[in-house]
């Protein structure tokens, strides 16, 4: 194909993602979006919790002091900017900085202008098919592990275009620290952040060159190994739940590994073994009849469209799997003959690898695994293909799949929007909980709803005191009480994480609670009648509740 058109292609893939990121802004904030707020709290409390206080000591987890930075960057602006639109707002920005740095490493990475074309047709076509352009804007912890990710690749290529040579001493040291930093702030965020370590390791050695070049990057390597060590044991720990056998099985059936963790090795080897299946990743991209707790609205489309989207989808991500692949072996048989390291194929091994490693324990797998599995894939991707032989990469095959690619994802994105734009802006006009969707919020109408959250608050009581303790809160609730202390969230006390608690009010009691302000909806006969009532929020509180 002409370099003119695959530019004008280029272009106008890349103009179609950036509006389906834009777009984005109309998206309900999702209840994991609040959820993983509620839960790294220590810039607010000193420790990071979960949804309530049944796992023991374990629940209440003073992260590394490495971590406090990440806690304290995120306590600031959850504080200046309590408001779901800013939670939705700030997913957009990061999706849109992520992309940017996509395409900057894109210009690093490519071979001539021709390549470039090609792998960004290919990058932003894959990343546009199906509703992934939506999840990439969720706030969430996939947000800055995959940023981070992107930028420690980004620095460890910034040498690739220029001549072999040793780097100056003083750049060797601002690249590595800039990648030991970008590690932490991975490992920070989720333990996902713990399969990418040898990414980040391998970007290190990537990124200096000469003999001064060691002691920086041996350094940081270590620094990084030792903080990976302190940062496994936190996350193991806080997955695990010594104080309630009911939610320590809950979380043992979300992921296999937190079983191996408790020695169950014969009954998990077996499944980890079979657990490899791409398919299921691929198609977490794709519109569903019922999408996952109703993030988007559901029965938006019939079940030949969804055989359809998945047959488009799923398709697209593995014909470019296999094309990756072979360009792959034979990058690695070029550097095998040559008896010379080819360091993009060797980033697309860690690449893909770090994806697997993530894939294998899943037993559940959740829509927003797509916003961190296929970004990783893709990138892996990326690399095999620059990898190979010129007469490979110059190939109209490459070009075919590019041309393929841009095509489908942009058809993708404009049938997207027609399918999901109604729907969205009828939410989008709506105030504070979403009927048809539970487990969302609207972006708007919050500063019109919170006099009546404050409101009823202060019917109970719980407006009077300086710090509120213990607070049940829910979604929407939580932006007015979000400087409380250690607040419980409704999910962990009244429905989906409740393990083995039974009565509500003598849970709180028993945790010297303030008492609980939440959406009318979200209790039962008994709790609502009891409560005080302003607009749709209820409150209870000691002593008399």
């Keep these: 194909m002409h370099d003119k058109a695959l530019r004008i292609l280029k272009n106008c893939v890349v103009i179609s993602f950036f509006a389906s990121l834009l777009a984005g802004v109309f998206v309900p904030v999702y209840t994991d979006e609040v959820g993983w707020r509620f839960q790294e709290r220590a810039g607010f409390d000193g420790v990071d919790k979960m949804f309530n206080d049944l796992c023991g000591a374990n629940t209440l987890a003073a992260p590394p002091f490495f971590m406090l930075p990440a806690r304290y960057f995120s306590a600031f602006f959850n504080a200046m900017f309590a408001d779901p639109f800013y939670v939705r707002l700030s997913g957009v920005g990061y999706a849109l900085l992520w992309a940017v740095l996509l395409l900057r490493l894109i210009g690093r990475i490519a071979n001539d202008d021709r390549e470039r074309s090609v792998l960004t047709i290919i990058a932003f076509g894959l990343m546009g098919l199906g509703v992934l352009p939506l999840l990439l804007v969720w706030s969430r912890p996939e947000q800055p592990i995959i940023l981070a990710t992107t930028a420690a690749i980004s620095v460890a290529w910034l040498d690739w275009r220029k001549p072999a040579g040793p780097t100056p001493a003083a750049a ?6 800039a990648i030991l930093f970008l590690g932490i702030v991975a490992i920070s965020y989720h333990m996902k952040g713990l399969v990418l370590i040898p990414l980040f390791l391998v970007c290190l050695v990537f990124s200096s060159q000469g003999k001064n070049s060691y002691i920086p990057r041996i350094a940081s390597g270590a620094l990084l190994l030792v903080a990976t060590v302190f940062a496994a044991h936190y996350w193991v720990d806080r997955f695990q739940c010594p104080g309630d056998p009911i939610l320590a099985a809950q979380l043992r059936r979300a992921n296999l590994g937190f079983a191996l963790t408790g020695g169950d090795w014969r009954t998990a080897l077996p499944i ?11 198609a977490l991209a794709m519109p569903t009849i019922k999408p996952m707790s109703a993030w988007l609205a559901p029965d938006q489309l019939s079940l030949a469209t969804t055989r359809a989207w998945l047959v488009l989808v799923v398709s697209s991500w593995f014909v470019a799997l296999a094309v990756s692949l072979s360009y792959l072996a034979f990058a690695m048989a070029k550097s095998f003959l040559s008896r010379r390291l080819d360091r993009k194929a060797t980033m697309s091994v860690v690449l893909f690898g770090s994806a697997i490693v993530w894939i294998v324990p899943q037993l559940v797998r959740n829509a927003y695994e797509a916003s961190f599995v296929l970004p990783l894939m893709m990138l892996a991707y990326l690399f095999a293909f620059s990898a190979s032989t010129e007469r490979l990469r110059r190939s109209e095959l490459l070009a075919i799949l590019a041309v393929l690619l841009g095509a489908i994802s942009i058809g993708s994105e404009i049938l997207v929007a027609l399918t999901y734009g109604p729907s969205l802006a009828q939410a989008f006009q709506q105030k504070g909980y979403i009927k048809e969707q539970p487990y969302s919020l609207t972006l708007l109408g919050y500063a019109e709803l919170k006099p009546d959250i404050i409101g009823a608050a202060s019917k109970c009581g719980i407006t009077g005191k300086p710090r509120p303790s213990g607070l049940l809160v829910d979604d929407l609730t939580y932006f007015a009480f979000m400087q409380s202390y250690r607040p419980q969230h409704r999910l962990g006390v009244l ?49 008399d509740w």
């Design 272 to 282: 980890l073994i079979g657990n490899v299946k791409l398919i299921y990743y691929f």
């Design 172 to 177: 060797t040291w601002w690249r590595s620290i």
């Design 495 to 543: 429905s989906a994480w409740n393990g083995s608690i039974a009565d509500p009010v003598a849970y709180l009691r028993a945790r010297g609670s303030d008492g609980i302000i939440v959406g009318c909806r979200y209790l039962n006969d008994d709790l609502r009648r009891r409560s005080q009532r302003q607009g749709e929020f209820c409150c209870l509180g000691p002593p």
